[in-house]
């Protein structure tokens, strides 16, 4: 489906969630000298105006990264991207994952970014492309798939759809678990939203009972955006957990339990 647009909900607290464990696993897979491959399913535009009409509408950047940016301090990973985007784009801009992995990698690393939305996909190709990512209008589980496994084979594939279609969440461990089987010792990073519904119960069973190595599953909680929303909450699922995200899942739990607290 193409109906789904991020810049709704473009900086809101899913997104600081999921955006600062990107940051910090790119971080330490661009520590060693050794080329890697950055790939995403489902990138959107890559590049956000907090100050847009869709932005102010919802709210959600309000409740999002403009009321939580003094968690991170200058030199985490999340923080220097979301300054670098500023100085680059203005002071309103807001890095969508393919713009963070573009400034985190190096030369000599490959990004891989795929967009079904033709709109979507053009912004994402202006945005991107001076980077020198290759930018697909593709489907983003069937590009997974052909594209793995990557050259460089060392590397990060980020899984983030907007599960409108509800089949995902039955496809996605198939996915996982195929992908993983070409490609063994790539991370991969399952994004999904924590619902009222409870949708994504029956998906992370099967993940956590499959056979994959250095798992990774880390929820974190948070008041709904609006009354009557149904995201509550945000996880992800890594495969080939790379070293020092454990600890940084554990300070954003902290974080987002004071947040809570909060109200």
Do not use: C
């Not at 969630?17 to 060693?32: C, F, R």
Request: net charge neutral; no cysteine.
């Amino acid at each position: 489906m193409l109906s789904y647009q991020h810049g709704y909900h473009a900086g809101n607290l899913a997104d600081v969630h999921k955006h600062a464990l990107l940051s910090v696993m790119l971080d330490y897979l661009t520590q060693k000298p050794k080329p890697l491959s950055y790939l995403e399913t489902h990138s959107g535009r890559g590049l956000y105006a907090l100050d847009a009409p869709e932005a102010e509408k919802t709210g959600e950047a309000a409740q999002g990264i403009l009321r939580v940016r003094d968690w991170f301090a200058p030199d985490h990973p999340y923080a220097r991207v979301l300054t670098d985007t500023r100085t680059r784009f203005g002071a309103n801009a807001y890095p969508g994952s393919p713009l963070i992995a573009a400034q985190l990698l190096r030369p000599g690393d490959r990004l891989t970014l795929a967009e079904l939305h033709p709109q979507e996909h053009a912004a994402l190709q202006v945005v991107a492309g001076p980077f020198g990512a290759t930018v697909l209008r593709e489907d983003g589980l069937k590009m997974a798939l052909a594209r793995t496994p990557p050259t460089p084979r060392r590397g990060l594939m980020l899984i983030d759809p907007s599960y409108e279609v509800k089949e995902d969440y039955a496809a996605l461990p198939r996915l996982i678990a195929a992908v993983h089987a070409r490609w063994n010792v790539g991370t991969l990073v399952l994004w999904y939203p924590i619902l009222t519904s409870g949708a994504h119960r029956a998906m992370l069973f099967a993940l956590e009972t499959a056979s994959l190595p250095r798992t990774l599953r880390h929820d974190v909680s948070f008041p709904p955006a609006r009354e009557g929303h149904g995201m509550i909450g945000s996880g992800v699922f890594i495969v080939n957990t790379p070293y020092g995200t454990e600890a940084e899942a554990e300070w954003l739990s902290e974080r987002f339990s004071s947040l809570s607290a909060a109200g």
